[in-house]
């Protein structure tokens, strides 16, 4: 198989400075780094919040100083206790600056927590006696009315599906498990089968985790993971994304570069890997593919 081309692809999951922990480039950088190398998108995420008013700030930045192409930075936000949890003000001002995924919380999940020994004081539940907590019910209506993207953030894996049941059954259209294999969510290859085929979500496979708590620094790969679910379940369901940034790393476009390619050195047809690269992610964020 020769080499993999990075013209048009879609990253829907990318840290960058500013932020509390180092990252690898900060916004002007990634987007750099994305017009070089052909890009059409991505979505820049913070678990402080909104990241809406860095990506049009970056979109005026490319304007000016890359001239015309063809990629675009989006925004997204995090309901962490720092824009107050669960918060469909905050959610209906994001949108409304056209953000296009709503994670639920991340840090700030009950799930996320517990799995790293920290106590859960204050955390954000979406979640109570087993039905999704009445700020969520708007939420989600905002999601469904913007058509954005409902990202389920580090919650637990029982809550995963209490949500998505929900969503489905209020219309929302777009739902992306966010990264199951890493172990803070550690859905099982069964539940990923179960929610495929229950509810048509889309499972969202990233680039590498950390090891996890007392396995000391550093990250694994999870490409011979992802390899396995695509074949197991189908490429139509998965969405192909780096969750990139970190400075331990490839820089955003070695990696993004390096999970195509193992795609299909590996038997993955190329039109499959372009559909979970390109075209998957231009139906997410209502682009035309």
Not at 3 to 14: A, E, L, N, T, W
Not at 58 to 72: L, Q
Not at 95 to 115: D, E, I
Not at 238 to 243: A, E, K, N
């Amino acid at each position: 198989m020769g080499k993999v081309s990075m013209k048009g692809v879609i990253d829907m999951h990318v840290h960058t400075n500013p932020d509390l922990r180092i990252r690898a480039y900060d916004d002007l950088e990634l987007c750099d780094a994305a017009v070089r190398v052909g890009a059409r998108a991505i979505v820049i995420k913070s678990h402080l919040g909104s990241t809406v008013n860095r990506a049009y700030l970056t979109n005026r930045y490319n304007e000016r100083v890359n001239g015309k192409n063809d990629f675009t930075m989006f925004g997204a936000i995090v309901l962490n206790s720092c824009v107050g949890g669960v918060n469909p003000v905050a959610v209906e001002n994001a949108l409304k600056l056209g953000a296009k995924v709503v994670w639920l919380p991340t840090s700030s999940a009950r799930n996320h927590l517990q799995k790293l020994g920290k106590p859960t004081d204050g955390c954000v539940d979406v979640v109570r006696d087993g039905r999704i907590v009445p700020e969520l019910e708007k939420v989600l209506e905002l999601v469904k009315q913007y058509d954005a993207v409902l990202g389920t953030g580090h919650i637990s894996v029982e809550e995963i599906f209490t949500v998505t049941k929900a969503a489905r059954e209020m219309g929302v259209k777009k739902v992306v498990v966010t990264h199951p294999e890493w172990w803070i969510v550690n859905m099982s290859m069964e539940d990923q089968k179960r929610i495929v085929r229950e509810y048509d979500v889309i499972l969202e496979r990233c680039y590498a985790q950390n090891k996890g708590v007392g396995a000391g620094h550093g990250y694994i790969s999870n490409l011979p993971s992802n390899l396995e679910t695509i074949k197991e379940i189908g490429y139509k369901n998965v969405l192909i994304s780096t969750d990139g940034g970190q400075v331990e790393n490839p820089h955003w476009e070695l990696a993004e570069e390096e999970y195509l390619q193992y795609m299909l050195d590996h038997g993955i047809p190329e039109e499959h890997v372009r559909y979970m690269s390109h075209d998957l992610p231009c139906y997410l964020l209502g682009l035309e593919a």
